[in-house]
């Protein structure tokens, strides 16, 4: 299994997941366009890509999701509530092309193994993906102001974890937005900050865990050193091997990652 963060941030979000037999999106939240020379820059053809899984129907995840499915016939999963968002945001999809992935099920497609799990987000029935091949797995989960001690037991010991840092909590305070959207970004339905992904993911980690990527961040209320910084002090005092058992990695709104092999 490869995979590269294409795109993480509040702009947009575009994960790309490769397999021998499958190519997969998880969210579409740029442009077509702009998701083409993504992929064209870690040498991938959006022509070969075979579907799209969604999260949620905020804008930053679904942008392209419209385009990418009438241009290039491309199957869209999202949960039976999240669709009956989609289909008036995205405008019309093929019927052959519209599947519900149940929230909470396990599901294989072509060589790989996928997991539905719910979070809490101020969307409709918002919902993110683990991915499991040959005994590798990769967890994503963003997009959510708590990680309940359900999800911690469920997706512990990942081989990859994509965790949501989205802001700190002292910029974000201190930042311009008003307070309505400040007091969103904070609640439980909101986005998790640096220290709260922190010891979140620190209660996940295992001896399988090798990668964790920060997701999500904020232009206006993070910085991606002090994200790593407190993510790595969060995660030392917990009495993790940071750097020796596993690496912090960031993620970029405008880059992708480099494509990674788990």
């Not at 994960?15 to 740029?30: C, F, H, S």
């Not at 905020?58 to 419209?66: A, E, M, N, P, T």
């Not at 997991?115 to 091949?133: L, R």
């Amino acid at each position: 299994m490869k995979i590269s963060m294409l795109a993480s941030g509040s702009s947009g979000n575009v994960t790309y997941i490769e397999t021998p037999k499958k190519k997969i999106l998880v969210d579409a939240g740029l442009s077509g366009k702009k998701i083409e020379q993504l992929l064209q820059r870690i040498n991938r053809n959006i022509a070969d890509v075979d579907c799209i899984f969604v999260t949620h129907e905020h804008k930053d995840h679904i942008h392209g999701v419209g385009v990418l499915a009438r241009k290039y016939g491309m199957d869209i999963y999202a949960n039976e509530k999240t669709w009956t968002e989609l289909d008036r945001l995205v405008g019309k999809i093929d019927v052959s092309q519209k599947h519900i992935f149940k929230m909470g099920t396990r599901m294989t497609l072509g060589d790989v193994d996928i997991i539905s799990y719910g979070v809490s987000h101020d969307a409709i029935a918002p919902q993110f993906y683990a991915f499991e091949k040959d005994h590798k797995n990769f967890v994503m989960l963003t997009d959510t102001g708590y990680v309940s001690q359900y999800l911690r037991d469920a997706l512990t010991n990942a081989t990859a974890y994509l965790m949501e840092s989205n802001h700190d909590v002292d910029l974000l305070r201190a930042g311009s937005y008003p307070w309505s959207t400040k007091q969103r970004i904070l609640s439980d339905k909101g986005h998790l900050s640096n220290e709260d992904g922190a010891l979140a993911v620190s209660d996940m980690l295992g001896y399988h865990t090798k990668q964790i990527y920060l997701g999500h961040l904020s232009k206006e209320n993070n910085i991606k050193t002090l994200a790593n910084e407190t993510f790595s002090h969060v995660l030392k005092e917990k009495g993790h091997a940071v750097n020796h058992d596993f690496v912090i990695r960031d993620t970029d709104p405008d880059e992708p990652t480099t494509l990674f092999t788990l």
